[in-house]
RNA sequence: GGCCCGUUCGUCUAGCGGUUAGGACACCGCCCUCUCAAGGCGGAGAUCACGGGUUCGAAUCCCGUACGGGCUACCA
């Protein structure tokens, strides 16, 4: 109330200091005599502005009278943030205080409470906030994930660590990629940007493809497992006997993946029986002329190979498109179609192998039928 | 309202008195090619928020204005 009113009247809507007057001694005796009470902070009046060299931003003033007699011990006895976080750094003996923005304005009332306890001020450092797309801080409710969620996207730590690094930090104004390594070992507070970010999803997607790409077949394969175990794709038991198949897989796929969860749906007809030809592919490969005639060459070169690796299947497919008059785009995309339903795949010939001569055979007779001469 | 902080391509940024204002994502071409990617090459995109100064010279220094943000609790 009291405040309210100060505030509309454009005044100074702080503590009224109503209690500041009274003397060690009474106040002594009416806590002792459990009269409730709070501790506050009894600023002095001769401080002089209060100015700090902040890490990022340089040197900060702010002039005393900004800073209210502010409670540090609650009538339940219970402390204030900003009395608990200065005692509690002195205590831990902090030299560097790190922290958001937000918090640049509390830095005047902690730096009293330091002086008053008779304790080191720290360094401090403000950082910016980091914006959602559309300018506005990021919040609970407002576009904020946790990292969690974006582990669950497909985000590897490695390309979120780097990504968020490059928001408010530069190595060098040229370099975009860097490990955790060099991050730490180069990184200084004075390269941090003073200027909010705005967070965007289309570079953490490209970083996080740059670190797919990076990874060895291993690590790949040991990241895919679990994604397609849990799609129901394979069991773990498989996942150990095909140990193999999929370190063939993973080099296919690797550098076709933004996210790590765009696995699934792109593989997924690798372990099924049998496959459904979506419309577009239908009517825009296969109904193309010479689209039968290529599919049923295709078909007999691969039934007669002696061997079914990715070598001897494209030597025995390269030959077909001339022999049977078409260009090789329609053979294979017919083929392709055919063999995975869709338009769009990982390479034809290591694929053909990864599926196996008998699935492949399978799934081109059965696509015959839609094939235009 | 008061007090702080910020403002360079759409986005992230380099720049710290003299540069054709550099790089990255995204975008647009071309090349490669069995599709999609990846990769290579090239392009477009910034009167450095605006207005005053200071200076031989300002994106860089100073002061205003505008816009954006934060804080203004016996929240953290």
């Keep these: 109330m009291r405040r309210e009113a100060a505030r509309a009247k454009g005044g100074f809507a702080g503590y009224d200091r109503a209690c500041r007057g009274i003397d060690l001694e009474s106040a002594a005796t009416r806590v002792a005599a459990g009269e409730p009470h709070v ?41 204030t943030y900003n009395f608990a976080v200065t005692v509690d750094d002195t205590t831990m003996a902090i030299t560097h205080v790190i922290r958001g923005d937000d918090h640049l304005s509390n830095t005047p009332k902690q730096i009293l409470i330091y002086e008053a306890l008779g304790e080191v001020v720290p360094v401090f450092a403000h950082l910016s906030m980091i914006l959602g797309a559309d300018g506005k801080r990021l919040s609970k409710r407002h576009g904020a994930t946790s990292v969690e969620a974006y582990r669950d996207m497909g985000y590897l730590p490695e390309a979120v660590t780097n990504y968020l690094a490059l928001l408010g930090w530069s190595l060098d104004g040229e370099t975009t990629v860097f490990s955790r390594d060099t991050l ?43 994604l397609l175990v849990s799609a129901g794709l394979l069991t773990s038991e498989d996942a150990a006997a095909r140990r193999e198949w999929l370190m063939k897989l993973g080099p296919l796929v690797s550098e076709r993946l933004k996210r790590l969860d765009e696995l699934v749906p792109m593989v997924a007809f690798l372990f ?33 190979l002696a061997g079914f690796d990715t070598e001897s299947i494209e030597a025995a497919l390269r030959e077909v498109p001339e022999r049977v008059g078409v260009k090789p785009k329609v053979a294979f995309q017919a083929v392709r179609v055919a063999v995975s339903g869709s338009a769009v795949s990982p390479p034809l010939f290591e694929l053909l192998e990864l599926l196996g001569r008998e699935r492949s055979l399978a799934r081109i007779d059965a696509a015959r039928p839609f094939a235009v001469e």
């Design 184 to 226: 730490s070992e180069s990184f200084s507070l004075d390269r941090v940007s003073r200027n909010p970010a705005i967070f965007d999803d289309e570079k953490l997607e490209w970083l996080n493809g740059v670190y797919i790409r990076e990874m060895s077949a291993g690590e790949l394969v040991d990241r895919m497992v679990p």
């Design 272 to 304: 099924s029986d049998t496959v459904e030809i979506e419309e577009s592919a239908r009517t825009k490969v296969l109904e193309k002329e010479g689209a039968g005639r290529a599919l049923d060459a295709c078909r007999d070169a691969l039934a007669s």
């Design 39 to 79: 501790w506050r902070l009894k600023v002095p009046d001769d401080r002089g502005e209060i100015m700090f060299a902040d890490a990022v931003r340089g040197d900060v003033t702010f002039p005393v009278e900004a800073v209210d007699d502010l409670v540090l011990v609650r009538t339940d006895g219970t402390a």
